[in-house]
Antibody, heavy 120, light 108 residues
Framework: QVQLQESGPGLVKPSETLSLTCTVS????????WGWIRQPPGKGLEWIGY???????NYNPSLTSRVTISVDTSRNQISLKLSSVTAADTAVYYC??????????????WGRGTSVTVSS | SYELTQPPSVSVSPGQTASITCSGN??????VSWYQQKPGQSPVLVIY???KRPSGIPERFSGSNSGNTATLTISGTQAMDEADYYC???????????FGPGTKVTVL
């Protein structure tokens, strides 16, 4: 059974870099596509970006200047870094798995999410 | 950038049919996924490739997609179906995803 677990600091100061990790169990990172999605309090889902092929990425155009998604295959982990954060980046951050891109099969496995608050 | 629109809310009586629409330019030419999210929980995929149900999703969930509108239909709606529902599509121009704003389904 595939499981995803997000982790990282729950509190980040404005202007700093948010760093999160998604640990994958039950599946090889090399075999799937992996995405990050966030949800501000009381609001809808926002797609952040995806990674595949152990390093190929694409990002939401509204975030591309601040976001980096990377992989540590030895630990079966995907990382998210978001720089120069503001209060608008306060959200629950989810990682999710896809079998293929272009919404062909959807995001079929999601982590429980990790809440991040941006505040001084 | 590509945008999707959904009605903010839909109300339905138990046992009746709920229809949730998702609109976007030439959406019928793209694959649409639908996600259910209950309060405090992670989203769950309920429909992919417009009309396919993942294993474990009840048959009362169905989908269609044509023209500019995709529709998620819940037949014989149950109290447990009360949740937020989000559509998702692929913007081939930028190779990125977009989510709709979500629809809150209330079972009265």
């Amino acid at each position: 059974q595939v499981q995803l677990q997000e982790s990282g600091p729950g509190l980040v100061k404005p202007s700093e870099t948010l760093s999160l990790t998604c640990t994958v169990s039950g599946a090889s990172i090399n075999s799937y596509y992996w995405g990050w999605i966030r949800q501000p309090p009381g609001k809808g889902l926002e797609w952040i970006g995806y990674m595949y092929d152990s390093g190929r990425t694409n990002y939401n155009p509204s975030l591309t200047s601040r976001v980096t998604i990377s992989v540590d295959t030895s630990r079966n982990q995907i990382s998210l870094k978001l720089s120069s954060v503001t209060a608008a980046d306060t959200a629950v951050y989810y990682c999710a798995r896809e079998v293929s891109l272009a919404a062909t099969y959807g995001m079929d496995v999601w982590g429980r999410g990790t809440s991040v608050t941006v505040s001084s | 950038s590509y945008e999707l629109t959904q009605p903010p809310s839909v109300s339905v009586s138990p046992g009746q049919t709920a229809s949730i629409t998702c609109s976007g330019n030439k959406l019928g030419g793209k694959y649409v996924s639908w996600y259910q999210q209950k309060p405090g929980q992670s989203p769950v995929l309920v429909i992919y490739q417009d009309n396919k149900r993942p294993s474990g999703i009840p048959e009362r969930f169905s989908g269609s997609n044509s023209g500019n509108t995709a529709t998620l239909t819940i037949s014989g709606t149950q109290a447990m179906d009360e949740a937020d529902y989000y559509c998702q599509a692929w913007d081939s121009t930028t190779a990125t995803y977009v989510f709709g704003p979500g629809t809150k389904v209330t079972v009265l």
